[in-house]
C-alpha cells in the first residue's frame, strides 16, 4: 500500500516503479480512501497501542494505493525494500530511507507474512481484481 502520505507527495509512480524494476510482477492494483472501519481491521493487532488512533486517522486521511505484488520472495523482498518502519532508521536506497521522514508518514505499508497478506488482500480485492498474466520476461526472473 502507498499510503496518503506517498499519494499526497506524489511518489505513487517513483514507489510502484521500484517495485516494478525489481521484477516482481503487478497482480492488482486499485485507489481507495479507506473507510475507517476496514482501517481498524487492517490495523486490529495494533488496537490499543499509543499510535493507534493517530495511525487509523492517518491511514484514513486521503487515497491510498492498495496494490498486489508477485514474485520470488516477494514479502521478503517487498519490507526490504520499504526499509525500517522509522523512516529515520530505514537504510539509504529503501523508499524509507530515500523519502521518508518519520514513522507516521512512512509513506507504505507491506503484509509481514503470506497470512497476513492473504488476510489484507481479502479486505481490499475481490478474486476478480486480481490478474494472472505471465509476463514475458518471466524466464529471467524464476
Ligand atoms: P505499517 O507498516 O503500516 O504498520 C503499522 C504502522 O504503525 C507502521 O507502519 C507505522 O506507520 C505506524 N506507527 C506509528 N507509530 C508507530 C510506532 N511507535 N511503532 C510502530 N509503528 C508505528
Redesign the pocket.
Known sequence: MI?PDGFGRRLCGAIIGRYERKGLRLVGLKMQVIPRDLAERH?AE?AGK??YE??VAFITSGPTILMVWEGADAIQVARKMNGA?DCQKADVGTIRGDFGLN??N?LV??SDSVETAAREINLYFDESDLWDFPMPDGHWLS
Open positions: 499510503k490495523y495494533h499509543p499510535f493517530d495511525l518502519t514513522t507516521r512512512n505499508h507491506a
